[in-house]
């Protein structure tokens, strides 16, 4: 039995062995789904944590081949991704990879909304812009170029992602 669990015990004996029981009584008028929500309500008590806080979010992982490896990258740490010719240079704040791959493809792997196309070559992490201009984004301290054709799209998507 958890240190919790024990806690809860101690704190409400009765209600604890009816649902231990494995059988969904109503004994004197009380409900089973509100012996549930109490337990979960001691549980934030006791970590001092709201309850919306136990949901969390999966981590976006991309993998793809590079120099004969399969290697695996958080979408999170990539900074922005730059066309080289028939290869794809990702660059993240600890490393540059060169995949082979078109920009169109790889944007469909990466997730939809935290990444856009500003331009022929360039890809950004929304999570990484700094401030932009009419014909410049700052990502990290990189300036990359914004072109006119993909800019409505980067102003619209980069004001709904904030």
């Known amino acids: 039995m958890s240190e919790l669990e024990s806690l809860i015990d101690a704190e409400y004996p009765a209600k604890n062995d009816d649902l231990q ?3 969904d009584k109503d004994q004197e008028g009380s409900d089973p789904e509100v012996h549930r929500v109490e337990r979960l309500y001691i549980f934030t008590e006791i970590n001092d944590k709201p309850a919306t806080n136990l949901v969390t979010k ?3 992982t991309i993998h793809f081949k590079c120099n004969f490896k399969t290697e695996k990258v958080s979408a999170n740490n990539i900074r922005w991704i730059e066309a080289m010719g028939d290869y794809v240079k990702i660059v ?3 490393k540059t990879y060169m995949v082979l791959s078109t920009m169109k493809s790889f944007l469909d792997k990466l997730p939809h909304g ?3 196309r500003i331009h022929k070559s360039y890809i950004i992490n929304l999570n990484k812009v700094i401030n932009f201009t009419t014909n410049t984004v700052n990502t990290d301290g990189k300036c990359l170029p914004l072109s006119r054709k993909q800019k409505g799209e980067f102003k619209e998507t980069y004001l ?3």
């Open 92 to 94: 993240t704040s600890k």
């Open 160 to 162: 709904n992602f904030q």
């Open 21 to 23: 029981g494995g059988e």
């Open 114 to 116: 935290q990444f856009v």
């Open 58 to 60: 999966k981590e976006y």
